[in-house]
């Protein structure tokens, strides 16, 4: 009996000690150091940084198969935590900025947009800086906007010969820097400042490059030219603001909208706002907009059996409102939309999204792991990336703009943040429509006045570009016709 009870006793004691352990370790040990998410193996201290600078889609590529959803890349004395798939990443999108912030890992934009806008502000007067956005965007705004798009899409376009060859992407930067120039910087740049306004631009454009990004104010040529560059664009704006000011002279263009803008206290706009708020929004448009209208004509060439269902849909509504192209036409073009959505789901210009972590939280992936990611990790997706899970897109690498179509619409199926090309949540695009419209109104007025050849072999992805956009050059055979309405 006495020795049955010795046994009980040991049993119990080890019994309590197991218990008492795990009760220890749930409330001492903080839950963050023991459910982190796996690590990217790599060479200690600058291991991560030389498998990020192979190109962080390629160490996505690598590690996503083996890591799975969630994963942290030690970045010198960082971490970076990757959530990857629309399972994981609703926290990333939808957060608190008090929880995930966008300052700190974009403030190297701050000497290109200048003080005291956007990621140089408080989260408060940002909040307001962005309805200024919204309400330069609404589609009151857009409708005018689109008539200017036209006006500058005809009129560049009708410089072209009859039949040519010329390198797309070229002329369709080319033509984005026009017509943003008129819906976005206005008419007095675009009709009497073009040439200054533009190579000013030009220089603050070169002034962002991959170093930038760490060390934003090495005082490095680019950087001397940049901050000269912002400096004489705020004195053009400043002299723009006053004449309209001095002459009471409104126009529809998103500086005006700055011009008018006020915040909650009722203080207006300065002009040095206006202008950082106006290079925020070329930056935010400009490039993105003119690599999207690239790959949407590259793969339209490639895939003639889309080309001929875009055609027919130009055809029908050329039928129904003859050569009439205005907002709520471009809004009827389903068919180009798809297309369109398609190339910028396989080649969205930002490859990648940051953010900086505050506070400790959780994420559980589709096969039920739970992470727990301290603060201060830098948390990241990648648009390059979560668009092509094969869980989500039926051959992902496939151009196959009928995925978007009723009775498939793959990127609804999966749920929200499964397209992520504009970002999504808290800090979803804001220039979507705009770009929509302002693509779309390129490429109707392409297909229904040429017709064209892809020359060049179909391009590649230029993942050196801080907007990752296309390597080279893409030449194109054009002819003009007039699209036969049958
Ligand atoms: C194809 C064209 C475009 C693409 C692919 C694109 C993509 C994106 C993405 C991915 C974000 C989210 C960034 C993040 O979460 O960190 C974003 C935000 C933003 N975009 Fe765009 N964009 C485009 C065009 C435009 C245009 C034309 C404008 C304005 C005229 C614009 C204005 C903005 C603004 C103001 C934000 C910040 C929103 C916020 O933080 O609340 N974008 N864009």
Not at 18 to 46: D, E, G, N, Q, W
């Amino acid at each position: 009996m006495d020795v049955d009870n010795k046994f009980f006793n040991v049993a119990l004691l080890i019994v309590a000690t197991v218990v008492v352990a795990k009760l220890i370790s749930a409330l001492v040990i903080p839950r963050s150091r023991k459910r982190l998410p796996p690590t990217v193996k790599a060479f200690p201290v600058i291991g991560g940084l030389l498998r990020f600078l192979k190109g962080p889609v390629v160490m996505l590529r690598e590690e996503y198969p083996k890591l799975g959803s969630v994963f942290t890349l030690n970045l010198l004395n960082k971490n970076i935590t990757f959530f990857i798939g629309p399972e994981v990443s609703a926290h990333f999108f939808k957060a608190p900025e008090a929880d995930l912030s966008q300052q700190e890992v974009y403030q190297f934009n701050v000497p290109t947009f200048g003080p005291g806008v956007v990621f140089d502000v408080d989260y408060s007067v940002r909040q307001e800086q962005f309805r200024f956005f919204t309400e330069s965007l609404r589609v009151t705004k857009l409708k005018g906007y689109v008539d200017q798009m036209i006006t500058e899409t005809e009129d560049y376009f009708s410089k072209w010969g009859d039949s040519g060859e010329v390198d797309l992407k070229y002329e369709l930067e080319h033509l984005i820097i026009l017509t943003a120039s008129r819906c976005l910087l206005g008419q007095e740049v675009r009709d009497k400042l073009f040439a200054d306004v533009s190579a000013l631009f030009h220089d603050l454009d070169n002034g962002m490059l991959p170093i930038s990004v760490i060390f934003p104010y090495l005082p490095i040529p680019a950087h001397r030219r940049r901050d000269q560059a912002r400096k004489k664009l705020a004195h053009i704006f400043a002299n723009i603001i006053a004449s309209r000011r001095e002459t009471g002279k409104s126009e529809n263009d998103m500086l005006q909208c700055f011009m008018d803008s006020k915040y909650k206290d009722g203080r207006p706009t300065t002009e040095a706002e206006v202008t950082g708020l106006l290079i925020a929004a070329l930056f935010a448009g400009q490039h993105t907009s003119s690599i999207t209208s690239t790959w949407t004509g590259a793969y339209l060439f490639r895939h003639k059996e889309f080309l001929s269902a875009v055609l027919d849909e130009q055809k029908n509504l050329m039928k129904k409102h003859g050569n009439k192209v205005d907002h709520d036409i471009l809004s009827e073009m389903d068919v180009l939309y798809r297309c369109i959505k398609e190339a910028l789901r396989l080649h969205p210009p930002l490859i990648m999204l940051l953010r900086s972590s505050h506070c400790d939280f959780s994420v559980t992936t589709r096969d039920g792991k739970e992470y727990d990611i301290p603060k201060g990790h830098i948390v990241a997706t990648s648009p390059a990336f979560a668009n092509r899970l094969p869980h989500i897109y039926k051959d992902p690498d496939r151009y196959d703009p009928d995925r978007f179509a009723v009775g498939r619409e793959e990127d609804k199926v999966a749920g929200a943040f499964s397209y992520i090309s504009f970002g999504g949540g808290r800090h979803g695009c804001l220039g979507e429509p705009f770009a929509y419209l302002q693509i779309k109104a390129i490429w109707s007025h392409l297909l229904r006045n040429f017709e064209f050849e892809l020359i060049s072999p179909f391009p590649e992805i230029d993942w050196n570009a801080m907007v990752v956009g296309v390597k080279g050059k893409v030449m194109v055979r054009y002819k003009r016709r007039v699209l036969p309405v049958d």
